[in-house]
């Protein structure tokens, strides 16, 4: 027992998280603080909140406003979390999709509009993965025992769904930049720092339950399309990322860099029949 425990715990890291006061980003936050990181919660809102509630679970985590699209919001908060201690872990949880970007009864995609697309792929690919990964990484490459980035990906990167492109072809490009860059640090820089993605399936989040779920919280044909396609029949929940979180942020995984992990209830596995 005590193997395992060394080989999984995080005593003695520290673990930034961006878009931490997300639904999945809270509990990415809360598993790394339970396996004993102390965490920066990083977000546009809510961070303090998020921060408090760890705090009551006994993790060691502070709160700070980071805005991912602003390189030099960044850097600002970079800098105060340094000041603390080096950062071992970079959890880039921003992310989302929206409306304007995403086909429907009542707007096609030859309709869709660029700025739509636009901040999809700037919010998933640069601010959700690039950005973050250049501030942080530039300090992390400096650590002796290394570190681990990761990022999130989709199921959309293995295969595209319909009505939301742009959320596809952010979230391939993440897994793209994810290979690259694991395979740019070890042979540049150091061969310690890891980088890695997680491809969650299908979880209810604010930006995509309107896609799932009609006013009545009754499942939509799409959300009925997903759990039949679904071997284990049901949506993840935020606890289902907790282990491989932990696993890729721990020594467990030393020797794992430029994976693309599904988190998905086996749905891609599924050719459908």
Not at 64 to 75: A, G, L, S, T
Not at 123 to 151: C, D, T, V, W, Y
Request: hydrophobic share 45%; proline share 3%.
């Amino acid at each position: 027992m005590e193997y395992l425990i060394k080989m999984f715990s995080l005593i003695g890291k520290r673990a930034v998280v961006t878009g931490g006061a997300g639904i999945l980003g809270t509990e990415i936050a809360m598993a790394l603080g339970k396996a004993g990181a102390y965490v920066s919660i990083c977000d546009i809102k809510n961070y303090n909140e998020v921060a408090e509630k760890l705090k009551k679970e006994g993790i060691e985590a502070e709160g700070y406003f980071m805005d991912v699209m602003e390189r030099n919001v960044i850097k600002e908060t970079a800098d105060k979390i340094l000041k603390n201690g080096e950062v071992h872990i970079l959890v880039n949880a921003a992310g989302g999709n929206v409306k304007e970007a995403t086909t429907s009864d009542t707007l096609s995609f030859f309709d869709l509009p660029l700025e739509g697309i636009e901040k999809v792929v700037a919010l998933n690919l640069f601010g959700g993965a690039i950005l973050p990964s250049q501030i942080f990484g530039r300090e992390m490459i400096k650590n002796p025992e290394g570190g681990s980035i990761i990022n999130i990906s989709s199921m959309n990167a293995f295969r595209p769904l319909t009505r939301i492109p742009g959320y596809s072809a952010a979230k391939a490009a993440v897994s793209n930049f994810t290979q690259w860059l694991a395979v740019h640090l070890a042979q540049e820089y150091n061969k310690k720092l890891r980088v890695n993605a997680i491809a969650p399936g299908f979880f209810l989040t604010q930006q995509n339950r309107y896609l799932l779920l009609n006013d009545k919280d009754e499942l939509t044909e799409r959300g009925k399309s997903i759990i039949m396609h679904t071997p284990m029949g049901r949506f993840g929940e935020p606890s289902d990322l907790s282990g491989i979180v932990i696993y890729l942020a721990s020594d467990a995984s030393k020797f794992v860099t430029g994976t693309i992990i599904p988190v998905d209830g086996g749905f891609n596995a599924f050719a459908g029949v």
